[in-house]
């Protein structure tokens, strides 16, 4: 393998090199992806988090350290290691959307390394169907008198994310031809995969054509453009691989992290241009460099797909096609299961459901496992026999998965993302 | 003593404490777009900004502009967020380039400034007009009056100007 030269600079990566393939994610938790979830964010995040334990094949009393993030919608981490009787040597919880778990991921590498505690859960727990939407509704602010930055956004009608990034997306086609149809395959792709998902919320398979027909929401973004919003609880544990070699599974070792990477306008992203060039463009720079491998190299994508916009932005400027060939990428098959580089295996935000990035991460950690949980039989040793079968109904495990890049989205200017390796 | 406005039946209360908003917009009510300009390195800046996001130098003079610009992008809202809004479906959000500092401090930089299309007396465009628009149209500012002294930076088709065919999403 070799680090990527893509739009080669002179940036070093900022984290010391002894640290890649020194941690690893060993667990992973979920609650399943559900609209009236009939529970709260704690005891979402109480089942996701506990069931990461067990996952792990590690007790309540290994985890001395948590790290959260969510959008004043969500409960903190004293609330959850409160609950489970956990006692924490560092936790802290952080505000933050789609690119805050492989930052976190980075800050819960770090932080081990620096000695502050051995073993951390990272955790999203969110109602965001039954209780508040990511788009604004059910959120009191939507109705507090404009003021401050709301004037520059809220006044004109722009709250929502698809109101807030469709510039981009729009120029985005005005540049480069990219037309509706070729993004539209992200979603059809994506539905095909969670077809393959017995924990998908959305199962059913989609067409491009689908996708077309399907009301406006935003032009330029169809319904079907758009992603799931559910309820959900998701959890990761990050340890030192000498930790995880006593752990249940084959671990997920963490390569390289680039965590919140942003464009030069974090307050208005449209002043610095590009404006079709996303923080992904600044991130991989240091990705590439601190995981020691390239775009060339990576077997299963996880790019973000709040929106079918958001995974061809993203997968472009992270150097898996050319700037403004996405449109191309996307539709090229590339990204379907049994084809070169399979995206958002489990069928992403957009059908599988909605968790801010986290679903996407534990995702590829299965897919690195080779144990993808699909309605492939378990066979006599308790794993799974899977066919690489990728019919409606069939496999999703990628073959011989060992090496995936997760490509974490807030907005265009803020971007994280995450290098994983199969280990031993 | 906040400022206090409305617009589209929502509140606006601009806060003491928050002079750049307060003067952006008392400025804008006076009937000219004024934005902040250094006053080390002499670039103008939006939206309101402490220090400046080129030099990090704090300060700063209002500086009028033309007003003038085009449709750098836009999107078009068929499904509203905001209840206010569904009386106006589609309405269109638009980032307007300004005429003034295109291509500085950097090559693909601009003055590019939010609000939507609306008619000459400042509503929100009606549905004709919004499929009539698109990258590259022309545009002019209109103050929409928000009371308090205030107004809302909004765009119009400029009259005066040569208009070219704009770039329309293609699936219509």
């Known amino acids: ?424 | 003593m906040a400022l206090i406005g409305e617009h589209l039946g929502m509140a606006v209360a601009i806060d003491d404490l928050d002079t750049p908003n307060r003067e952006f917009y008392t400025r804008c009510g006076s009937g000219m777009l004024h934005l902040q300009a250094c006053t080390a390195c002499e670039l103008l800046r939006y939206p309101t900004t402490t220090a400046c996001p080129w030099c990090s130098a704090p300060g700063y003079e209002w500086r009028p502009l033309s007003g003038k610009g085009a449709i750098y992008s836009y999107c078009e809202v068929h499904h509203p967020i905001q209840p206010v809004f569904r009386a106006h479906l589609p309405y269109q959000i638009l980032l307007v380039q300004l005429d003034e500092q295109i291509g500085a401090p950097n090559e693909h930089d601009g003055l590019r400034v939010t609000g939507n299309l609306v008619t000459p007396d400042g509503e929100l465009a009606p549905e004709a007009l919004v499929r009539s628009v698109g990258i590259g149209t022309r545009v002019r500012l209109v103050p929409k009056d928000i009371g308090g002294g205030m107004a809302l930076p909004q765009w119009a088709v400029d009259e005066t100007a040569e208009q070219a065919k704009p770039w329309r999403y293609p699936q219509e």
């Not at chain 1, 979402?44 to 919608?73: E, F, H, K, P, Q």
């Not at chain 1, 979603?187 to 998908?200: G, L, R």
């Not at chain 1, 544990?237 to 965590?259: F, M, N, Q, Y």
């Not at chain 1, 491998?293 to 994508?301: A, L, S």
Request: aromatic share 6%; glycine share 12%; net charge neutral.
């Open chain 1, 1 to 424: 393998m070799n680090a990527t030269d893509i739009n080669a600079t002179d940036i070093e990566a900022t984290a010391p090199k002894h640290l890649r393939g020194k941690y690893a994610i060993v667990g992973v938790g979920e609650t399943g992806y559900t609209r009236g979830s009939g529970a709260t964010t704690r005891a979402l995040g109480t089942t996701a988090v506990r069931n990461a334990i067990a996952d792990a094949g590690l007790t309540i009393a290994d985890i001395d350290g948590m790290l959260s993030y969510n959008g004043n919608d969500s409960v903190p981490s004293t609330a959850i290691a409160g609950d489970l009787g956990i006692r924490l040597n560092f936790y802290m919880d952080c505000h933050g959307g789609g690119s805050s778990t492989e930052a976190l991921v980075g800050m819960a590498t770090g932080v081990i390394e620096a000695g502050l505690c051995k073993t951390v859960a990272i955790f999203r727990s969110m109602n965001g169907y039954s209780q508040v939407r990511v788009g604004g509704t059910g959120r009191s602010t939507g109705r507090s008198a404009l003021s401050g930055d709301a004037l520059f956004g809220r006044a004109f009608g722009q709250a929502s994310a698809a109101q807030s990034f469709a510039p981009a997306f729009m120029r985005h086609m005005y540049e480069y031809g990219t037309t509706p149809a070729q993004v539209a395959h992200v979603k059809a792709i994506h539905s095909e995969h969670a077809s393959n998902n017995p924990k998908a919320y959305y199962k059913q398979r989609v067409t491009v054509e689908d996708v077309l027909a399907s009301r406006m929401i935003c032009k330029p973004l169809h319904l079907l453009d758009c992603c799931v919003e559910t309820d959900n609880g998701n959890c990761v544990i990050v340890t030192s691989l000498d930790r995880a070699k006593d752990c249940r599974h084959v671990p997920a070792v963490i390569l390289g992290v680039v965590g919140r990477c942003s464009k030069p306008r974090l307050d208005s992203y449209y002043q610095a241009g590009p404006i079709t060039t996303a923080a992904g463009a600044y991130a991989k720079d240091i990705l590439w460099a601190n995981s020691g491998v390239g775009p060339e190299d990576i077997q299963v994508t996880g790019a973000y797909d709040a929106f079918t916009f958001t995974t061809m932005l993203q997968l472009e400027d992270y150097g898996f096609c050319k700037k403004g060939e996405g449109g191309d990428y996307v539709s090229s098959g590339v990204m379907r299961l049994g084809n070169a580089r399979p995206n958002n295996t489990s069928g992403g935000h957009l059908c599988e459901g909605y968790t801010h990035g986290i679903a996407m991460v534990i995702e590829n950690i299965r897919q690195l496992r080779q144990d993808v949980d699909d309605s492939c039989p378990i066979g006599a040793n308790g794993r799974r026999q899977h066919t690489f079968d990728y019919s409606e109904g069939g496999c999703r495990q990628v073959r011989n998965a060992e090496l995936t890049a997760n490509l974490g989205w807030a907005t265009p200017t803020t971007g994280s993302a995450l290098v994983m390796a199969r280990g031993v």
